[in-house]
């Protein structure tokens, strides 16, 4: 149950963010720019933070969505859990659900879109909106958090959510080498990252100890070794499979299995199927009719 | 309920087998009363002309000519839902799509298979097994369910407690919307741009469109598996157990808990070897690489010796295979008991397991009632089976007033109205307890962008204040439905 505090924190974003004029949501600002510019004459508003809610047992957790990711992930910490979200350094976790992007372990932890339980947003009249709900499993009614997570804040402006959390793994390791993703993909069973530029694999074991040492044996087989970690991700995330027929000239990081690359630069990448596109216009017009949130910002854009 | 004109059926009927062979467009009394109930306790659904598509062109040309009549459309896979999700109300075209059942192509590598909508859910495991995959959902149901509805349901099962629910599973939709057109949610390679439309649209209950083919991702089989049965002295202690285990940080691939009464009724029906001097027992499988796959087992008999339980592993794949045997034999083997039974699916926090379930049994005294408890206890997924005979005077309100207890009592603590059977008839006025008139309004603005004059399946999920359909006919659940 929502307890007084936290309904009144929602509330007073409720209230600042109103019912009229063009609003959109800050937080960290790591992606401000993702899906087009936020218009000029548009009002800001910051989401309320903080951890509202945390019993470890149940292994699910409340914020605010202006938390920042490395303080949720600190509170985690102290519980040995995380939360399956990428630790971008000043994001919030509003912010790293609008925009979507999945952690770079997903293949192994699976995607950001399955962590989120349940959202209250502000819908664009202004009225306080719950989707889902609060526990690990649930199939009542339609599954509107599915379609918050990577929304740019253009359906309704995230203020608190429930996240599922995991044990942190007991041992983990990144391994490199020059050899065929594919293959490492193959021979390991269960990689929680695989990373490839082209050239080098990057891949991450995580788990029991012993498991860990049996899994890496096989990596070495294939002509890895220990590392520190991969690099940085490039900045644009475009479908792995548009690697193989457009002509990118800059840096890229396919994440394997994943079916995302992130690139350096890019070129145009192909158009949406019309229907698509059709849907995405119908549902904004459904939640936000006078397109006053997010204005400027479109998801379809976002790469 | 008024009568449509024998001439109006006519015409729809006869645009209908232009699409499809008359033999797939089936207007006879039989298959429309099969057609007007599927698994759940709903009588006196009304299917109009049911239809039996083998392509997405045809489901198209279905969907073309209910249109052009005005005509409501209800897809429906097996039929095995137990919330009423595929009953037909006001003679809507019914579109069947177990003739859709063909495994359409497999990627190991990618670990993707695209699959048609009628697919039997274990068909699909059973020819994963060559390239050594599988597909994790796993309903009670799946030796009968299709992929189509655990699509529609956003089912579960088992062995979704560490791996998620339908939904983590499915990368995308081939989807026939309303208007006739068929579009692709989703991306077979896991990254569509925009908004995630595949994920509004799994667990959508048929309400959004009808799914013509999925592209489900695939799961590696563990090389490591082991199974504990524990056995318990109460139901107290059981649940305790299974809320030590995750507060322990252990996440395993299944825990099911069944009380004293369905041991009984699984013991004498199939003999699984489970323990009748106890009053509950829970089933854990930990699986992964062989390292933590010990580790786990021995931690979680740790936690059940502690809490006074009794354990015993599974020593080979042939007992293991007996104790999930008896799980999954369940709901056959109640019919030895009563003729009837009411299956409920809420959903409480882990960590009120115990509690709830103390409620349970206290609610059913109250109304005078016999329940066996078999339940996914790792997710908080409870299963009371209310049994009861219909022929007995009164029963069927004491069933549903015992019904209604539970749902008030899992919400109480921060549950949810279904864990994994869907909303259907059977809770569609429950919803309000869950959710404020903006949460309502809000589903039913995802329900009308994809489908806005709300001719896909009707009258389920959303109340009707949350809707524009028709509030005379819909606003209460028509009459004999209850059964």
Not at chain 2, 95 to 100: L, W
Request: net charge negative; aromatic share 4%; glycine share 12%.
């Amino acid at each position: 149950m929502i307890g007084g505090k936290t309904r009144a924190a929602l509330e007073s974003f409720a209230a600042e963010v109103g019912s009229d004029s063009p609003v959109a949501v800050v937080g960290g600002r790591t992606h401000w720019d993702l899906g087009g510019h936020c218009l000029e004459e548009t009002r800001l508003v910051r989401a309320p933070a903080g951890i509202r809610e945390f019993d470890p047992a149940d292994m699910t957790i409340r914020v605010g969505a202006g938390t920042p990711v490395e303080e949720l992930d600190a509170a985690l910490a102290e519980a040995g859990q995380q939360a399956n979200l990428p630790l971008v350094p000043g994001a919030t976790v509003g912010g790293v659900l609008a925009v979507g992007r999945d952690d770079v372990h997903a293949l192994g932890r699976g995607r950001l879109r399955d962590a989120l339980l349940e959202a209250v947003y502000v819908a664009d009249d202004g009225r306080l909106v719950k989707a889902g709900g609060p526990t690990v499993k649930n199939v009542s009614g339609f599954d509107l958090c599915r379609l918050l997570v990577g929304s740019l804040g253009t359906l309704g402006l995230v203020g608190e959510v429930i996240l599922r959390t995991w044990p942190r793994p007991a041992a983990q390791l990144w391994m490199a080498g020059q050899c065929d993703p594919a293959e490492l993909r193959r021979k390991l069973y269960w990689p929680s990252s695989i990373l490839w530029d082209g050239q080098t694999s990057w891949v991450h074991l995580e788990g029991h100890e012993s498991d860990i040492e049996s899994e890496a044996e096989q990596a070495r087989l294939l002509g890895c070794d220990s590392t520190d970690g991969p690099p940085p991700l490039p900045a644009y995330r475009v479908p792995a499979t548009a690697l193989e027929s457009e002509r990118f000239p800059g840096r890229y990081l396919v994440q394997v299995g994943t079916g995302v690359a992130y690139v350096s630069e890019h070129g145009p990448l192909p158009d949406p199927d019309p229907a698509v596109v059709a849907l995405h216009q119908r549902l904004k017009w459904q939640f936000d009719p006078r397109g006053r949130l997010n204005p400027g910002r479109d998801p379809l854009a976002a790469i | 309920m008024k009568l449509l004109k024998a001439s109006r059926r006519d015409s729809l009927l006869r645009d209908l087998r232009r699409v499809l062979p008359p033999d797939r467009v089936r207007v006879a009394p039989l298959e429309r009363s099969i057609m007007g109930r599927d698994a759940s306790i709903f009588e006196g659904g009304q299917a109009g002309p049911v239809c039996f598509p083998i392509s997405t062109e045809e489901v198209q040309g279905c969907v073309d000519a209910a249109r052009r009549h005005g005509r409501a459309v209800v897809p429906r896979g097996a039929g095995t839902g137990l919330a009423g999700g595929a009953v037909p109300l006001e003679e809507p075209v019914v579109v069947v799509t177990t003739k859709m059942n063909r495994l359409l192509s497999v990627d190991a590598d990618q670990a993707v298979a695209w699959v048609q909508p009628g697919m039997i859910n274990l068909d699909l495991s059973r020819a994963l097994a060559p390239y050594g995959l599988h597909f994790a959902p796993d309903p009670s149901s799946q030796q009968v369910c299709s992929l189509g509805g655990n699509v529609g349901t956003n089912a579960g099962g088992p062995h979704c407690l560490a791996l998620g629910v339908t939904s983590a599973h499915v990368l995308a939709v081939e989807v026939v919307l309303m208007s006739g057109e068929a579009v692709v949610l989703g991306d077979p390679d896991g990254c569509a741009p925009g908004l995630d439309l595949r994920g509004a649209y799994v667990g959508s209950e048929g309400m959004l469109g009808i799914t013509t083919a999925i592209a489900v991702r695939l799961t590696p089989n563990p090389p490591a598996v082991q199974t504990l049965l524990l056995a318990f002295d109460s139901v107290d202690e059981a649940a305790q157990t299974v809320s030590a285990v995750i507060a322990d940080g252990i996440v395993p691939a299944a825990i099911e808990m069944m009380d004293k009464n369905i041991i009984w009724a699984v013991e004498n029906f199939v003999g699984a070897g489970f323990p009748l001097d106890a009053a509950a027992v829970v089933i854990v499988e930990v699986d992964g690489l062989p390292g933590g796959v010990a580790a786990e087992a021995d931690r979680v008999a740790e936690l059940a010796l502690e809490r006074g339980g009794r354990v015993r592993r599974a020593a080979d794949d042939h007992e293991r295979a007996l104790i999930w045997k008896g799980r999954k034999s369940a709901f056959g083997a109640i019919a030895q008991i009563k003729p009837n039974y009411y299956l409920h699916d809420t959903v409480v926090p882990r960590t009120r397991l115990a509690e709830v379930m103390s409620r349970v049994y206290e609610i059913v005294e109250e109304h005078d009632l016999q329940v066996m408890n078999v339940f996914h206890a790792g997710d908080g997924n409870l299963h009371p089976l209310l049994l009861y005979d219909r022929r007995e005077p009164g029963t069927l309100e004491r069933v549903h007033a015992a019904g209604s207890a539970i749902i008030e009592a899992s919400l109480a603590v921060g549950g949810v109205l279904s864990g994994e059977h869907g909303i259907g008839i059977e809770k569609r006025d429950f919803m309000p307890l869950m959710f404020s008139e903006a949460d309502l309004d809000a589903q039913a603005r995802l329900r009308r962008a994809f489908d806005p004059d709300e001719m896909a399946n009707p009258g389920k999920v959303l109340p009707t204040g949350a809707s524009c359909a028709d509030v005379n006919t819909l606003g209460k659940i028509p009459e004999g439905v209850w059964g």
